[in-house]
């Protein structure tokens, strides 16, 4: 994928018909880069960041501090957007990052019922079911049945809490510590931590499941 | 507006449907897309909710039948179009057939690690909030016919005050062009049978975050 983006103007051409949606999007980038609206060296920019950059390795990274460092986790819980920009992992952070923690007695879960809202500058950008509309539609009022989709079974008595972020506040899940995981460094603990565990719709990863 | 976007609670779509692996964008154009309509907000010329409203416009069986960055570029189109910063004719001849009209700024190369995160929203409050963490609300029926950011499902129903998360752009307004009109908001906690009724699973609650123009007393 990487490949075809470093070069704007003739990605796709090894193959033998362009799609209706590159060359519609082709004309229209070329539109406004000859109306002086878009530099296609920014563009690239842009992409490698999101492809590159920004992911789900920076959440792993906040979560592993946080089961590390009892006071991190209190900082975390109190005020995310300063907790993760303390961190330096980042050098900034949306007006109002919301992490919340799953225990075994409540489980969070996070959607946009509107649109495709998601903690970017943590998690990078939401794969598609997030924002498709079988996620947006269920995770509402069916959350047990979604978790099922993904092959999570939570146990009957745990509640089960779902934030719709409807505003420019965005939610991080702080999954629960795997079991056996004591006298892990910070490393080895982000291993461990799925985008999934951070949406809420997965756990982290048991030890065993990582090398 | 009160239309196919807002989708919360409804039935027929089918399971979620995870991919393994998934590459952060599946074609090149999808990126292109996305760094397009990046770019053309960082001119100036729109803001997010503008965005978010154009695409809520696109007909109800374009929108549901159209893949994610799809409908980013249908809203793209239709938002230049709307400004006459490009027409259709010049997106069908694939050049500029006029010259660009002058913008704000233009994104470049050495901006862009800078403005890759999200941007800012707060604002200074321009009276003292009217709820506290612990209040029952009523949320307001209303059913607009532009952007709104309250869902359909948590229309008239009473919840609690869960916390007061500071003073935020309102985009019922700024959507539409009436400017910032920064409102407080709120994270308002609601019993899953308030929403849903008997069938609703019993240990659900559902928390949206709710703009104080949204909310009554209760």
Known sequence: MEQKHEHHHDHDEHGSELSEMQLRVRALETVLTEKGYVDPAALDAVIEAYETKVGPHIGARVVAKAWSDAAFKRALLDDATKAVLALGVINRVGDHLIAVENTPKLHNMIV????????????????????????????????????????VTLPTDTAIRVWDSTAETRFIVLPMRPEGTEGWSEEKLASLVTRDSMVGTGFAKQPGEVA | MDGVHDMGGMHGFGKVEPEQDEPVFHEAWEARTFALCWAMRYTGVWCIDQGRFAREQLPPAVYLASSYYKKWELGLEKQLAELGLAGADELAAGHALRAGNPLKRKLSVAEVPNVITRGSFARPAQKPAKFK???????????????????????DKVGVVEALRGCHVFPDTVAVGKGEDPQWLYTVLFDGRELWGESAEPSLKVSIEAFEPYLEPA
């Open chain 1, 112 to 151: 946009c019922t509107l649109c495709s809202c998601y903690p970017w500058e943590v998690l990078g950008l939401p794969p598609v079911w997030y924002k498709s509309a079988p996620y947006r539609s269920r995770a509402v009022n069916d959350p047990r049945g979604v978790l099922a989709d993904f092959g």
């Open chain 2, 133 to 155: 963490p612990g209040d029952r609300v009523r949320t307001k029926n209303i059913h607009p016919r532009t952007h709104t950011r309250l869902p359909r499902y948590a229309r």
